[in-house]
């Protein structure tokens, strides 16, 4: 008996295609009759297009005593209009393949919307209908209302998201609606009613002041004709954009204890205002901060994390809270993380002291190069989404930056060196301007965090 002889074919080994350049998509830009600006971004393949409006009715328009009146607003443009009930709203919604998600913040509010190519004329008369018409039902407002009543207790028992609210009363004047939550107080948010939202859209919300971002494969679509059909019958009085207030901040060092008894980690959130997108400074702070606690492989990941062991995980980031057109705007600079509470001094202590090395010392090449490596090289596969480049278009407009910002930004990254690096990170995180929030067990970690002197410390207790 003999044995069979087994044979293989391979098929030739796959090789690498020849490199090509990446920049991030210019948009073209143009107008409705109706005053509506509107950046549209062909991207082939993206058969799921992404639409980003956005409304010029930020927080601090709120009137007084009724913070969050922009969130539940924002909410209820999905919970019905002049055509359809909230039920037959959501029904259409869903027969088209769409999503649609909304959200206020401090520079406007924004509608967001995603849905097959091939149902984008029904998506976007949706999205119209709500804008045009919104209903703000009573019983639907008061539901709303409700629902983020019963949000609050939760996240008010979220160490982070306290952290967050302590750090924001601190660093802001309390005449100054960044003090405040941004989706308001559960005394705010009781006062809101039906009225007060219709009055809210009625004086903020026109298509004059508004911008719509279209990204997708729009190959075939006739967009000109269908946004004239749709959001182009949204009508509203004409309006001038409304001035943007300079943000003030007080980062004078010191320390808040929110006292949690019994906790068994500490939330640390450690922040100051800075410089935003507008400063010629950027590029070399976004990249210094990410290589000081941008990734696993960061300095303070590195030390108290990996040799340490205090943490699962701490970061460093900028997150731009509000801009203006005469460079007046600033960003959140923070460092933020949890520690378990026995080493909550220890890791304050070591954490100050990465600082202090890297204003002595500086950052390596070799942490330059990473970061570079992480942030350039990765952003083709970060913007393989139409609602990913919306997103970030809609940025640019909401920032008041160019059209070809982001493009910029990457070369500016790709160009910034070592030194401007550690500079424009020493200048963000400045050992001596520095507003420590901690939310933990206040009888132990309150002595071991005075005798480090990083600032006065003081204990607040939660609520």
């Not at 009085?237 to 943000?247: F, L």
């Not at 933990?440 to 965090?449: F, M, T």
């Amino acid at each position: 008996m003999t044995e069979a002889t087994v044979t293989m074919d391979f098929h030739p080994q796959p090789q690498a295609g020849e490199a090509r350049p990446w920049a991030f998509p210019a948009p073209e830009r143009g107008a409705l009759g109706n005053g509506l600006t509107v950046l549209r971004c062909h991207r082939p393949g993206q058969q799921v297009v992404a639409v980003e409006v956005l409304l010029n009715a930020p927080l601090e328009a709120e009137p007084k005593g009724l913070d969050g009146v922009a969130t539940i607003m924002a909410r209820a443009f999905s919970e019905g209009t002049d055509k359809h009930s909230a039920e037959e709203f959501a029904a259409e919604l869903e027969r088209c393949g769409a999503t649609l998600d909304s959200h206020a913040d401090h520079p406007g509010v924004r509608l967001s919307l995603e849905v097959p190519v091939s149902r984008l004329p029904k998506a976007l008369g949706l999205l119209a209908d709500a804008l045009r018409a919104p209903a703000f039902e009573d019983n639907e407002v008061e539901r709303l209302v409700r629902n983020r009543l019963d949000e609050i207790p939760h996240e008010t028992a979220n160490p982070a998201r306290r952290a967050a609210k302590e750090l924001s009363k601190e660093l802001f004047p309390a005449t100054s609606r960044m003090s405040r939550p941004r989706q308001g107080t559960e005394e705010t948010v009781a006062a809101i009613d039906s009225a007060a939202v219709r009055a809210f859209y009625e004086k903020h919300v026109r298509p004059a002041t508004a911008t719509a971002v279209v990204v997708g494969d729009l190959t075939g679509v006739d967009l000109d004709a269908l946004l004239g059909d749709t959001l182009g019958a949204w009508t509203g009085s004409p309006a001038e954009a409304r001035p943007v207030p300079p943000v003030t901040a007080d980062d004078t060092g010191r320390v808040v204890i929110v006292d949690r008894p019994g906790a068994v980690q500490t939330q640390l959130l450690i922040g100051r205002v800075g410089a935003d997108r507008h400063d010629r400074v950027w590029p070399a702070q976004v990249l210094g901060t990410y290589c000081l606690g941008g990734t696993l492989t960061s300095r303070l990941d590195r030390v108290l994390r990996e040799e340490k062991g205090y943490t699962y995980g701490v970061r460093a980031f900028g997150q731009v809270l509000r801009s203006a057109p005469d460079g007046t705007g600033a960003a959140m600079l923070a460092i933020s993380g949890s520690i378990d509470t026995p080493n909550t001094g220890p890791a304050l202590d070591d954490l100050w002291k990465v600082l202090r090395t890297l204003a002595a010392e500086g950052l390596t090449d070799a942490e330059r190069d990473i970061a570079v490596q992480n942030l350039v090289g990765v952003a083709p596969l970060k913007y393989e989404t139409a609602a990913a480049v919306a997103g970030t278009l809609a940025d640019q407009v909401e920032q008041y930056l160019s059209d070809d910002f982001q493009a910029t930004l990457y070369r500016q990254l790709a160009a910034t060196g070592t030194v401007e690096a550690t500079a424009a990170a020493v200048s963000a995180f400045p050992v001596d301007r520095l507003v420590t929030v901690l939310v933990g067990d206040a009888a132990q970690i309150e002595e071991p965090v005075k005798a480090l002197g990083i600032g006065e410390v003081s204990v607040v207790a939660a609520e």
